[in-house]
């Protein structure tokens, strides 16, 4: 712990990475003639980019000291005391000219000892290049280690000891009854597990809100509402200044909110959190650098598992490094001769080889809720499954399914389909007559555009929503869907949400009709929920012998599955529901808009 081995170690990070950059300089200096895509030569500068990092390595890299604000001159006291100068290498250099070192570390947060690496580089501000990052700064910092732990320690504070344990164990039970979704992390047992992943604090942004609902103060829920809702605007694809103008507002409305957890106690010595505090930089870096999809640390931290933990698994953990090395050196080496084979026609396979290729694929894609599509972007669109269960006579199943008045349903269907601008009101003798059979399926695949989530390159996403009784040999699944109701309206105003009962298609003189059985869902109120910011919803149920109210919709209305959470209220819920029972179990419902980034874009 010598000061002046601290020292060493922190010039000497610099020094390497001056050196493994040293290479790239005369392109900064010299011009180079590049052709662009537009087929134009120019003549090209090239300059160091963003730097992707957690806080404690910004620090190191900005040289400033553990607890002070690596982009601008915030005192680590009072981070969020106002508007600061912006931090910038020729402003560190006049401090470091005109002050001591003890009065830089004390009052101003350098480490004044130190040249950073961009020093030595044309255009380099290393203040400037240092970009958001989203796992550590939002998801894993802000979220997980501050706002959950915050809402766990005031609920320690506010009740007696059995009583806290008991309302603890209502949230994880509350979290464990999110129903299936293409895409969700389940938590069987809440939030009780040791070892937290960037995946797993992602998934608990998506249910957490409605699951402390009763047991926390609404503006208390209004402030992590208002941060989920800077993360996903913070994480779209593209950025105006429409979605920046949202990024501010949902910023101001977090800092106002998240007072209650200092008048509560649980932050007396209120919010010096330099993750919390990179939050006001987002707008600027946002404007600098782009989307901060693109730069977040997740990307390097996922091939860290590739190049570091597999190979570290692998060794006998004496003398790792050449271990891992050579591990690495070898897996390189078998993927170039994999390309080559390929190149040269040489992992074509039989004909029979090719045919299970397929088989398999098809099992496994009906298996999976969810994936990215590759290729260019193209129009949504819903598909029932390649494969079929069966064939039947409608009132064969009527009573199956539990609709008495299927046949009536499908006749009802046709007629809207030949008379779309038609009376709903009509006469079971005007009603077209089927008495064919139908094609019954479990499933169904929506293809859509959803830029912001990570997926195929342009964009596209595929999920399999599904309507079988039994599922992975358990009881039946019967999903949620988003319903194009009126084209003309934006957001959930031009969407209502249904449960799917059934997928199935039929031919009527010649055309045929891909269709769904479903229930349908009404929204409480004319707008979202003041707290949460989701809209509500309720089963539908007629208004003669109260129930649900149920009709045939073409698979071409679908436009992608919907994720319901429960409205829990004050009640503590019953230890037997299992998550399967989640959509028969409540009466009414907050419309997940923080099921993925799509959801968010357009249930609001």
């Known amino acids: 712990d010598d000061a002046s081995f601290r020292k ?3 010039q000497l990070l610099h020094s390497s990475l001056a050196k493994i950059l040293e290479s790239l300089k005369p392109g900064m200096t010299t011009p180079e003639v590049v052709r662009f895509p537009d087929g134009h030569f120019r003549r090209v500068i090239y300059g160091l980019g963003p730097y992707i990092a957690d806080y404690p390595e910004q620090a190191l890299l900005a040289c400033t000291v553990q607890g002070w604000c690596a982009k601008c001159t915030a005192p680590a006291n009072n981070l969020d005391s106002g508007q600061h100068v912006r931090r910038s290498q020729a402003h560190t250099e006049l401090l470091v000219e005109e002050f001591e070192l003890g009065m830089l570390w004390d009052e101003y947060g350098l480490v004044g000892d130190v040249v950073p690496f961009t020093h030595y580089f044309p255009r380099a501000d290393i203040n400037e290049l240092l970009s958001p990052d989203l796992l550590h700064q ?27 344990q008991k309302i603890l164990d209502d949230i994880d039970r509350c979290i464990a009854l999110a129903p299936s979704f293409a895409g969700l992390r389940r938590f069987p047992e809440g939030r009780k597990f040791k070892q937290w992943t960037g995946d797993d604090s992602k998934a608990l942004m998506k249910v957490y809100l409605p ?15 208002a941060f989920l809702e800077f993360c996903y605007i913070a994480q779209r694809d593209i950025h105006d200044t429409h979605s920046l103008a949202a990024l501010d507002d949902a910023l101001q409305r977090f800092h106002h909110h998240r007072e209650i957890f200092r008048a509560s106690g649980v932050r007396v010595e209120g919010f010096n959190l330099p993750r919390q505090h990179s939050l006001i930089h987002y707008v600027k870096l946002i404007r600098a650098y782009g989307a901060p999809n693109g730069l977040c640390s997740s990307i390097t931290e996922s091939k860290h598992i590739k190049a570091v933990k597999e190979p570290w698994r692998r060794s006998n953990h004496f003398d790792a490094l050449s271990q891992m090395l050579l591990t690495n050196q070898r897996l390189d080496k078998l993927a170039a001769a994999r390309v080559d084979f390929a190149n040269c026609g040489m992992l074509k396979g039989t004909c029979l080889s090719s045919a ?6 098809t099992v496994s894609n009906e298996d999976d809720d969810g994936a990215d599509v590759a290729g260019p972007t193209v129009e949504a669109h819903v598909d029932l499954a390649k494969t079929s269960l069966r064939k039947v006579y409608p009132d064969d199943i009527a009573t199956e399914i539990e609709q008495p008045d299927f046949s009536h349903l499908i006749q009802l269907f046709i007629y809207d389909q030949e008379h779309p601008d ?5 006469s079971l003798t005007a009603l077209p007559t089927f008495y064919g059979k139908i094609t019954i399926y479990p499933s169904a695949v929506a293809t859509f555009h959803a830029p912001s989530d990570i997926l ?19 009881p039946g699944r019967y999903d949620t869907v988003f319903v194009n109701t009126d084209p003309a309206a934006e957001g959930m105003r031009g969407l209502d949400v249904a449960r799917v009962r059934l997928f199935f298609s039929f031919s009527y003189e010649g055309i045929q009709y891909p269709c769904a059985l479903v229930h349908w869902f009404s929204r409480k109120d004319d707008s979202p929920d003041d707290t949460t910011g989701m809209w509500i919803v309720e089963p539908d149920t007629s208004n003669d012998d109260g129930e649900t109210l149920a009709s045939i919709i073409h698979l071409d209305t679908i436009l992608r599955a919907a994720h319901l959470l429960p409205v829990f209220g004050s009640d503590y819920v019953s230890r ?13 419902f907050y419309v997940n808009k923080y099921a993925d980034h799509h959801a968010f874009e357009i249930a609001f």
């Open 211 to 225: 699951a402390i609902e009763g047991h926390v103060p609404n503006e208390m829920m209004q402030a992590i509402r």
């Open 422 to 426: 038609s009376n709903s009101d009509i």
């Open 576 to 588: 037997t529901l299992s998550f399967t029972d989640t959509l028969d179990s409540f009466y009414s």
């Open 138 to 164: 939002l998801i894993k910092g802000a979220f997980k280690d501050h706002l959950v732990t915050w809402v766990n320690d005031y609920v320690k504070a506010e009740y007696p000891a059995l009583e806290a």
């Open 356 to 361: 299970l290729d397929q088989i398999l694929r």
């Open 456 to 474: 195929g390159t342009g964009g596209m996403h595929s999920e399999r929503i599904r309507a079988v009784t039994s599922w992975r040999k358990g």
């Open 8 to 10: 060493f170690r922190r």
